[in-house]
């Protein structure tokens, strides 16, 4: 089988389901930019500081798969036999920020992103992630779209943004605060 197909040498592409499509269409940005972040997840994950954190980051990529199997379906067929995304995969993210919590310090102030390469690759991943957000709620408002998908996608940038604190913690990179310039 060829990678190419030269079906979408005019501008359209195929959902689940048969249909042809613009490529500017909505749920194809909804999907390709949840392609994008699990690219960034795949960087993040490679970092040598997230190690012992390989298999829940591959977990969240396997997930991202199932959330862009889904967009990518005629909200019609997302009834018929689709990857599962189920609320477990959420308390997942959840019970795992709750570890990392449990070993890093109250936040007192917004953190400026960065300090350490690997630091700066998971807030890429974060900021992607409230993009793929925000565009499937834009989506959902003109298509039927499952609600796990928007409350994974947001708890994953809240997972997203802990992980990045733990990095730092564990690469002893000192969070910066972000200390606002107000004129007198």
Known sequence: MKIYTKTGDKGTTSLVGGTRVSKTELRIEAYGTVDELNSYIGLVRDQTVNEKRKNILKEIQDRLFTIGSILASEPEQTKKRLPDLLESDIELLENEMDKMDNDLEPMRYFILPGGHQS???????????????????????????????????????DYIFVLCRMMAKELEIEEVAWKPRVSS
Not at 119 to 140: D, P, Q, Y
């Open 119 to 157: 630091v700066s690759f998971g807030h890429v991943a974060r900021t992607v992630c409230r993009r793929a957000e925000r565009i499937v709620l834009r989506l959902s408002e003109e298509s039927e779209v499952n609600d796990l998908v928007i409350r994974y996608l947001n708890r994953l940038s």
